[in-house]
C-alpha cells in the first residue's frame, strides 16, 4: 500500500538564511528559532545568486523531516 501525499500535508513557512555551505545549500532558522537546511531546486537555482544571509525565503517542508525544507521563493 502506498501512501499519497497531497500539497496540504507540506508545511508551508518563512525562514531566515543564515549562511551558504553549498552551491544550493543554506542553515537557515524557522520562525520558531529550530535550524534548518534549506536547499534549492534546480528550478530555482536563479535565486543562488540573489540569496544573501540574512534574507528571508518561503520554504517548503515534510512534516516527517523538519532538518529539510525546500526554498521556493524570496519571502
Known amino acids: 500500500m502506498s501512501t499519497t501525499l497531497y ?3 507540506f508545511i508551508e513557512a518563512v525562514c531566515t538564511i543564515r549562511e ?3 552551491p544550493t ?4 532558522t524557522l520562525p520558531n ?4 537546511v534549506a536547499f534549492l531546486q534546480k528550478k530555482e537555482a536563479h535565486l ?3 540569496i544573501k ?9 515534510c512534516p516527517a523531516d523538519l532538518d529539510r525544507a525546500r526554498i521556493r521563493r524570496m519571502a
Open 7 to 9: 500539497p496540504s500535508q
Open 20 to 22: 551558504r555551505f553549498a
Open 25 to 28: 545549500a543554506y542553515h537557515a
Open 33 to 36: 528559532g529550530k535550524e534548518t
Open 48 to 50: 543562488a545568486d540573489i
Open 53 to 61: 544571509p540574512g534574507d528571508r525565503v518561503a520554504v517548503t517542508i
